[in-house]
């Protein structure tokens, strides 16, 4: 079996609120091999993005407190905060929820996209740079990408941003993408889209996906393995068609029949279908 | 971009035509014949008649509303009683050692206020960035003619290092500027630290942070410029009421400017004098306030390329 | 069914570990932080501005020698001679007297004139966001003509023409300060308006009026009386800078501002003429400041935390 691309071991996460210590992720262990795509499916509340941003550091000093081991390869970051400098962006690169907050409003798409290219290859030239920073855009299908360049974040549509950001993802060159509910802020005909670019992307690079969502749709879509969350905790984890076709928690069974069925429609009114 | 300019002027226009009126229609208010003011104590009941006349004080208000206002387009407001020459040639003379004393304040402002400001929002709320606040809240809690004081008798009576008064060379700017400059830097310093602390916890930061841009790019480039338009935006605004700290300081430091010069003219109910300098200074800050909305364009590209590109 | 996971075997726990939130981590946390800053600023800033509410308001009762009392035998007394706390001035008068007594004025000025640009702000204001139309426009423009102006001229032209007198004075304080009530009050108005509880009141048959008077204005006034004390800080400040230019209130004491220019002649040899009324002048200020700010701090972190 390959070695683990990430390797999460207790991870447990306390939060120091106003109202008191919360204990937003409880011991969840989880692990992500070349080529996988390993999903955290939960209600909101559940620690799902919590877990990500706690995987990628990017929880405050001042807020959290964090324990168990979080391992890629070689390197715990919990053990070493100061590792994730080397981890971010190069080993591991983060997608966001929302594209339309998730770039700085005042700098070009091109200049974020170049300064993330020379993050990762310091010794190219600006030109060259740039170039890559082209082929990064035509590599997640933005079209028209040396125009894009000089364009600002607010002229282009939630969808492109998405792209721009996978594309800003895939500059550090990552094995590892932590895409935190990447669709969820796009309109349903242009999730698809971002989804598939995806799959695409892991089958021709295998790099490693960790999925965060609420949407079994998507989960269902992507995933090899899937883990269901539920108040800081694994309810049950497992391939993804043993735990859809076979849930065998009881909070799994009420996820997944909360989606609607279509039934046919009756002559007096009531609809069929609903509860499986 | 041409019809928003329009409406600007013409907002800006219409604000100073209503400044003035107000200034006309209150001097006509009050009691004291100006005329007897000009002539002094002395003066008989002819020399007055003859000074009413030549004044046209005698013709009706409304005449002298319509006189008033050619006077403004032609650049004619009258004498000044006590200068004895025309009123706006002595605000337009003076006008620029005040623009020279508010301009040194903004300048002393930003170089102090911006690494101010950053230092309190890389701190937020540790005990540190606390003092800093305290001492922000007392610089824009004294009165500015007693910080004036203060400062004027340590540097220039007890340790005479600067200059007390007037403009005799560069050195007399530093401080009245600095006086001004007290409360503009708390202020703007406050300012600059809660856009900071916006900025550093917006969600764009985050996710450069997880692509490994430097903690110093993070603030520098990413925070800073974000926060800078807002900062800048407000430096412009406030100028008009640092106008105000800047009469009060002219006063303590016997500046030459146009502040010291109106309370002068109030003191001697130099009407026109007043009017002068109430219209010069009303344009001036009207029109810098013009200048920075026009500005902003130029700095926000979310403002300056509004559409949307279909992709 | 669940899988265990893969990978070489591993010990893992089965139920909640311990917590791993130590002392120090609580007292380094943002929120102990906050919490402890903003009761900080708000003890301070209570006491500042008692330290000199207090005395003033008891001035008449506290055993001083009276704010005009002259007494050339004792001119420009250092503070602490012969009972005299502040000192004395150039004609003999008590220094704190006159500071206390002045301050009566000051105070008053101040407070009422805070009232008063209180009133006009919070009317225009809510009257400009929830009605909208030609009433925000003339409000609108009314708002930025004022703050493009070089205000102080014109206070000091009203002042000049009409007289120094206290209703003068706090009718020209409450001018300077009613557009930035104003405006507070529009924008948090504007925004209420939109809620949903003011589409329901409309739908029960409420007129507008009503409903802005009855149910919008208290939900906006709570906020909006933040921004009055601050005013007063400001206006406090503005009444002594008129009042030092000459055009503040003589009768019945010489306000705060006064005493300074009196005293400015002075400096060098009886630096206590000028300073101590002027540190009077930034503890209040600073006090109220202080104050306004931690409720300021305490009402943010209660919206976000209810977010």
């Not at chain 3, 020698?65 to 012969?82: E, I, K, N, V």
């Amino acid at each position: 079996m390959s070695a683990a691309l990430l390797d999460v071991v207790d991870l447990q996460v306390e939060l120091i609120t106003a109202g008191g210590v919360v204990r937003a992720v409880d011991g969840v262990s989880f692990t992500i091999g070349e080529g996988e795509t390993v999903t955290v499916i939960g209600e909101s509340g559940s620690g799902k993005s919590t877990t990500a941003m706690a995987v990628l550091g990017l929880l405050p000093d001042d807020l959290a407190v964090l324990s168990g081991s979080v391992r890629f390869g070689d390197t715990d970051v919990i053990a070493e905060p100061g590792a994730l400098r080397a981890v971010r962006g190069r080993t591991v690169s983060l997608i966001p929820q929302d594209p339309m907050t998730a770039l700085s409003p005042v700098h070009t798409i091109g200049r974020q996209l170049v300064e993330a290219v020379r993050l990762r290859r310091p010794e190219l030239a600006k030109r060259d740079a740039e170039a890559r920073a082209v082929e990064l855009l035509d590599l997640v299908h933005v079209p028209r990408s040396t125009e894009q360049l000089g364009r600002y974040p607010h002229q282009l549509s939630g969808g492109m941003l998405q792209r721009v950001l996978i594309a800003i993802a895939l500059a550090g060159e990552p094995r590892l993408l932590v895409a935190d509910e990447p669709t969820s802020a796009l309109d349903v005909t242009v999730q698809a889209g971002i989804l598939g670019l995806l799959l695409e992307l892991q089958e021709s690079t295998g790099i490693g996906i960790l999925m965060i969502t609420h949407d079994l749709g998507v989960a269902r879509l992507v995933s090899d393995r899937i883990h269901v969350m539920r108040d800081g905790r694994f309810v049950e984890s497992g391939d993804v068609e043993a735990v859809v076709d076979h849930p065998s928690h009881e909070y799994t069974r009420k996820l997944l029949s909360a989606v609607p069925v279509l039934g046919p429609w009756d002559e007096d009114g009531t609809a069929a279908g609903g509860d499986r | 971009m041409a019809p928003y300019l329009f409406k600007r002027l013409g907002q800006s226009v219409l604000t100073v035509f209503l400044t003035i009126s107000t200034v006309f229609v209150l001097i006509r208010m009050a009691s004291g014949d100006p005329a007897a003011a000009y002539a002094g104590p002395l003066a008989t009941t002819e020399d007055l008649a003859k000074i009413r006349a030549a004044f046209g004080l005698d013709r009706s208000v409304v005449e002298q509303y319509l006189l008033f206002l050619k006077g403004i387009l032609t650049g004619d407001l009258g004498t000044s009683y006590s200068f004895r020459s025309p009123a706006l040639d002595v605000v337009l003379d003076r006008l620029p050692f005040t623009i020279t004393l508010a301009v040194a304040a903004i300048l002393i402002t930003t170089l102090v206020s911006v690494p101010l400001g950053v230092w309190m929002a890389r701190r937020a709320d540790t005990g540190r960035e606390l003092g800093a606040n305290v001492v922000t809240i007392a610089g824009q809690s004294m009165p500015d003619f007693w910080s004036g004081i203060m400062l004027l008798t340590v540097f220039a009576v007890l340790i005479p290092v600067l200059p007390a008064s007037g403009f005799a060379t560069w050195g007399g700017l530093v401080l009245p500027a600095l006086t001004v400059a007290i409360l503009q830097i708390a202020l703007i310093s406050r300012l600059v630290r809660s856009e900071m602390a916006k900025n550093l916890t917006a969600p764009y930061l985050t996710v450069a942070r997880s692509r490994g841009v430097s903690e110093r790019a993070l603030v520098w480039r990413y925070a800073m410029t974000n926060s800078s338009i807002p900062v800048v935006t407000a430096l412009g605004t406030r100028f008009a009421s640092m106008l105000n700290g800047v009469v009060v300081v002219e006063v303590v430091f016997a500046w030459p400017g146009v502040g010291s010069l109106v309370v002068r003219a109030l003191e001697t109910r130099d009407y026109p004098l007043i009017q002068a300098t109430v219209l010069v200074t009303a344009a001036l800050a009207v029109t810098v306030q013009l200048l920075v909305d026009l500005a902003y364009p130029l700095l926000d590209p979310r403002v300056r390329l509004g559409k949307k590109v279909s992709a | 069914m669940s899988t265990t996971h893969p990978g070489p075997a591993r010990v893992q726990r089965s139920g909640p570990g311990p917590s791993a939130v130590t002392p120090k981590h609580l007292a380094r946390a943002k929120i102990t932080r906050q919490r402890r800053g903003s009761r900080l600023k708000l003890w301070a800033g209570l006491v500042c501005t008692l330290v000199v509410v207090i005395p003033v308001a008891l001035a008449r009762v506290l055993p001083l020698p009276g704010p005009d009392q002259q007494d050339l035998a004792s001119r420009r007394l250092a503070p602490f001679t012969d009972g005299h706390l502040f000192g004395t001035d150039q004609l003999g008068r008590d220094l704190l007297s006159r500071v206390l007594h002045g301050g009566q004025v000051s105070l008053l000025v101040g407070l009422l004139a805070v009232v008063v640009s209180g009133l006009i702000g919070i009317v225009l204001g809510a009257a400009a966001g929830y009605f909208g139309g030609w009433i925000d426009t003339v409000v609108s423009r009314l708002l930025e003509a004022q703050l493009s102006l070089p205000l102080l001229m014109m206070l000091l032209l009203v002042v000049a023409l009409f007289g120094p007198s206290i209703p003068v004075i706090t009718f020209v304080i409450a001018i300077a300060q009613w557009p930035e009530v104003a405006r507070l009050t529009r924008s948090l108005v504007l925004v209420e308006r939109e809620k949903p509880y003011v589409a329901a009141a409309r739908v029960l048959g409420l007129h507008r009026l009503a409903i802005l008077l009855r149910h919008v204005l208290p939900n906006v006034v709570k906020q909006a009386s933040l921004v009055v004390l601050l005013l007063l800080a400001q206006a406090v400040l503005l009444e002594s800078a008129l009042s030092y230019l000459g055009a503040g209130p003589q009768r019945p004491f010489a306000t705060w501002g006064r005493i300074i220019s009196d005293g400015q002649d002075y400096i060098t040899t009886s630096w206590w003429m000028v300073t101590l009324p002027g540190l009077v002048i930034v503890a209040l200020v600073v006090g109220v400041n202080l104050l306004g700010d931690g409720l300021r701090d305490r009402a943010r972190r209660r919206k976000v935390s209810t977010s």
